[in-house]
C-alpha cells in the first residue's frame, strides 16, 4: 500500500489499540496489541508519518534508530541481587532498566501524556547479538525484564532484503505476533504532502513529467545509485536556501542528493531551463495583470515541457500567495482568542482608585496574559504536538502581543486620569481596549487586503492560461493542481472563484465521459 493508507491504518490501529470499556481498561489488552511492523523502501517516508500520527492523535512519540545500541544500552546492565529461597539466600542477576524504556517514562514525566508511540527504525537490521532481544521485545513487549508501560503502542520500520545487506529475516514465530504493513513509493501521494510542505516547484513540475524518477533504485557495477522522496525533499530545502542567498546549484551539487547519475544531471538540465523560464515569461507582471500578446503568442507555440514549466510557476506563485493568506488568517484567528482573553481578565480586575495603580495593575494582566500564552506554547512545543507551521505561528503570535504589551506599557495615561481618585479598571478598560483594538482592526484591513490581492492574483493567472492555452491540457493540469494543493483548496473555499468551478465542472465532465467510454470499449473487446 502506499504512505498515506499506511498512516491511516496506523491511525486506525492506534484508536483501537487505546479504546478503553467502561471500567477504563483498555479493550483490546495489551498481550492483544500487536506491535506494527512497517516494510518498506528507504527513504519513503516511515519516521516521518509517526511524527505526523502522534501530533495528529495528540500522543507522546519516542524514536530509536535500533542500529546505534548496542545490547547493553537496549536491555539494560546486569546486576546482583539477594533474593530468598526455602529459606536460603541466592544471589541472582537482574538487569537495570533498559535506555529505551526509561525514555518513554521520562517522555511520559516531561510530557503528561500517558499513552504514546514507541517507534523502533530498522529493526531486522540489528546485529547478531541484540537479534534475541528484539525478538522478545516484539513478542513479549519488553526489553530485558521490563515492560513498556501500558497506552504505549510499539511500532517497528524496517527495509526489505534486498535494500540492505545486513537485514535478517524474523522467523514465523515472530511474524505471526506482529501486524505487517507493506508500503510502497506512490509519487500521487507524495505529491499532497510535498505541495503542503512547499517542496520546490521546480522539483515537481520535473517529477511530474519523470514519474519515474521519484524513486529508482538501481545496483551497477559501480554500486548502488538511487532517488528517493528523502533525497528529493532535502534537495528541495537546500534549493530553497540557495535561492535566497543567491547561489546557483548545478549538477555537481544535485548528484550529492539524487545519488542517481542519470536523473541527477537530466534534474540539473531541466532546473536551468526553468529559471530560464521564470525570466522569460515574467509571471510576476503576468499575476500583476499586465499580460504580454508577445509571452502569450510564445507560450501557445512552445514545446509541451516548457508549457507545463509555466503553468506550474503560475501555480508555485499562487500557492505561495494562498499559504501566506491562510497562515495570516489562523496567526489573527489565534491572537483574536488571546485579546478576548486579555478583555475578559480586564474587566474582572478588582476596582481601585488612583491611575498609576490601575495602570500597573492593568498592565500586569496583560503581561500574565501573555506568560499563560507562552506556557501553553512550550507545553505543546514539549509534548511534541505542534508542526513546525503551528510552531511559527506561535511565535509569531508572541511577537504580536509583546508589541501591544509595549505600547500600553509606554502611553501616556494622565489625561485619562483627570488627576483625581475616581479614575478605576472601568477608566483605564475605556482608554486601553480601543488602542488594541485598533491595532488588531489594522490587521484585519490589510488581511482583507492580502485576500483581495491573493484573488486578483488567481484570476489573471486564469487570464493568461486562457489566452495562451484556451481549454486545453494545460489548463487541465492547471485546475487539477488546484484542485490537489492543500492551501489552494484552503483559499478557494473562501474565495468564489467563477472561472474554477466553471472549469472542474467541464473538464471533470469531459474526463469521466472518455473513462466511461474507454470501460465501454474494453468491455466490447
Not at 492547471?478 to 478557494?492: G, H
Amino acid at each position: 500500500m502506499n504512505i498515506k493508507r499506511a498512516k491511516n491504518e496506523i491511525k486506525d490501529t492506534i484508536e483501537a489499540y487505546l479504546l478503553k470499556d467502561e471500567y477504563g481498561e483498555y479493550v483490546i489488552p495489551q498481550i492483544r496489541q500487536r506491535p506494527v511492523l512497517l516494510l518498506g523502501a528507504p527513504g519513503i517516508g516511515k519516521t516521518q508519518i509517526m511524527e505526523q500520527v502522534a501530533r495528529e492523535c495528540e500522543i507522546g512519540l519516542v524514536a530509536y534508530t535500533i542500529t546505534h545500541h548496542t545490547r547493553q544500552s537496549a536491555i539494560g546492565l546486569p546486576s546482583i541481587a539477594k533474593q530468598t529461597f526455602d529459606e536460603k539466600e541466592y544471589a541472582v542477576t537482574e538487569y537495570t532498566m533498559s535506555e529505551i524504556v526509561a525514555a518513554v517514562y521520562r517522555k511520559i514525566e516531561t510530557t503528561g501524556l500517558r499513552e504514546g508511540i514507541l517507534f523502533i527504525d530498522e529493526i531486522n537490521c540489528v546485529s547478531e547479538t541484540l537479534a534475541p532481544a528484539m525478538l522478545q521485545f516484539l513478542q513479549c513487549k519488553t526489553f530485558g525484564n521490563h515492560e513498556v508501560p501500558q497506552g504505549w503502542i510499539i511500532v517497528a520500520a524496517g527495509n526489505p532484503p534486498e535494500y540492505n545487506k545486513s537485514v535478517r529475516e524474523f522467523d514465523v514465530v515472530t511474524m505471526d505476533r506482529v501486524k505487517k504493513i507493506e508500503v510502497e513509493p506512490d509519487y500521487t501521494v507524495w505529491k499532497e504532502y510535498a505541495q503542503k510542505e512547499q517542496i520546490h516547484p521546480a522539483i515537481l513540475s520535473y517529477l511530474d513529467t519523470h514519474p519515474a524518477s521519484f524513486y529508482k533504485m538501481e545496483t551497477t557495477v559501480d554500486g548502488r545509485k538511487f532517488a528517493t522522496p528523502r533525497s528529493w525533499e532535502d534537495l528541495s530545502t537546500i534549493l530553497q536556501v540557495y535561492e535566497v542567498l543567491g547561489k546557483e546549484m548545478d549538477r555537481e551539487v544535485v548528484i550529492q542528493y539524487i545519488q542517481h547519475d542519470t536523473v541527477a544531471k537530466d534534474f540539473a538540465n531541466y532546473l536551468e531551463l526553468y529559471h530560464k523560464y521564470q525570466l522569460d515569461y515574467q509571471l510576476e507582471a503576468v499575476l500583476s495583470g499586465h499580460i504580454d500578446e508577445i509571452l502569450l503568442k510564445k507560450a501557445s507555440h512552445a514545446a509541451f515541457d516548457e508549457r507545463l514549466s509555466v503553468v506550474s510557476l503560475l501555480l508555485a506563485s499562487l500557492r505561495e500567495s494562498f499559504a501566506a493568506q491562510i497562515r495570516s488568517e489562523a496567526a489573527n484567528q489565534l491572537l483574536y482568542e488571546q485579546l478576548n482573553l486579555f478583555k475578559n481578565d480586564l474587566h474582572n480586575l478588582p476596582q481601585s482608585s488612583g491611575s498609576n495603580s490601575v495602570q500597573n495593575s492593568a498592565q500586569s494582566c496583560f503581561a500574565k496574559r501573555i506568560a499563560a500564552f507562552e506556557q501553553e506554547y512550550e507545553q505543546k512545543k514539549t509534548t511534541g504536538l505542534l508542526s513546525r507551521e503551528d510552531d511559527r505561528m506561535y511565535r509569531e503570535v508572541l511577537q504580536i502581543l509583546e508589541s501591544y504589551k509595549k505600547q500600553i506599557y509606554t502611553s501616556d495615561f494622565s489625561e485619562s486620569a483627570h488627576s483625581d481618585s475616581s479614575f478605576s479598571e472601568s477608566a483605564y478598560s475605556k482608554k486601553t481596549w480601543p488602542q488594541i483594538k485598533e491595532q488588531f482592526s489594522r490587521r484585519q484591513d490589510t488581511l482583507e487586503e492580502s485576500f483581495n490581492s491573493a484573488a486578483a492574483r488567481l484570476e489573471y493567472a486564469f487570464d493568461f492560461v486562457e489566452a495562451a492555452f484556451g481549454s486545453g491540457q494545460e489548463m487541465v493540469i492547471f485546475i487539477t493542481n488546484l484542485n490537489l494543493d492543500y492551501y489552494c483548496v484552503r483559499f478557494l473555499q473562501q474565495y468564489e472563484c467563477e472561472r474554477y468551478y466553471q472549469y472542474n465542472k467541464e473538464l471533470l465532465f469531459d474526463e469521466r465521459s472518455r473513462s466511461i467510454e474507454a470501460r465501454l470499449n474494453e468491455l466490447n473487446l
